[in-house]
C-alpha cells in the first residue's frame, strides 16, 4: 500500500462571542456532526472547561485528531485538524471542518498554516 500524506491546518482566530469561547457546550455538538457528516472514526474525545472561561478539546480520530484551545479573555482561538489521506482524500474536508470551525466562533482568522506530511 502506498503513503498517501494528509493535510494538516493549523490556524489562529479571532472571536468576541464570549458564548462560545467560555465553555465546550454547543461546541462538542459541532464535533459530532462533522464526524457523522464527513464519515470519520472518533477513537476518543476529552472536553475540559477552564475557569474562569475557557475549554480544551482534543478529537482522536483513526484519521488523526482535531484540538482546539480558547481564550476568551484575548478573544483567541488555536485550532489543529489533521486527517490523513490513508483511506480516502480528505483534503477537501480538513478546509470544510476549518471552515465550520471559524463559522461557529464567528472568528476572524489572524493565521493560518497548512502543511502535507
Not at 457528516?37 to 477513537?43: P, R, T
Not at 472561561?53 to 485528531?65: D, K, P, R
Request: negative net charge.
Amino acid at each position: 500500500m502506498e503513503y498517501k500524506p494528509g493535510k494538516h491546518l493549523i490556524a489562529s482566530l479571532r472571536s468576541h462571542q464570549d458564548r462560545t469561547l467560555d465553555n465546550y457546550n454547543g461546541f462538542n455538538d459541532l464535533v459530532d456532526k462533522m464526524v457523522a457528516a464527513y464519515k470519520l472514526v472518533k477513537l476518543g474525545e476529552v472536553y475540559h472547561n477552564f475557569t474562569p472561561g475557557g475549554f480544551t478539546a482534543v478529537i482522536c480520530l483513526s484519521e488523526s485528531h482535531i484540538s482546539v484551545h480558547t481564550w476568551p479573555e484575548h478573544g483567541l482561538v488555536n485550532l489543529d485538524v489533521y486527517l490523513s489521506n490513508f483511506q480516502q482524500n480528505n483534503d477537501h474536508t480538513v478546509q470544510a471542518i476549518f471552515e465550520s470551525i471559524t463559522a461557529y466562533f464567528e472568528a476572524s482568522v489572524l493565521s493560518v498554516q497548512t502543511l502535507t506530511r
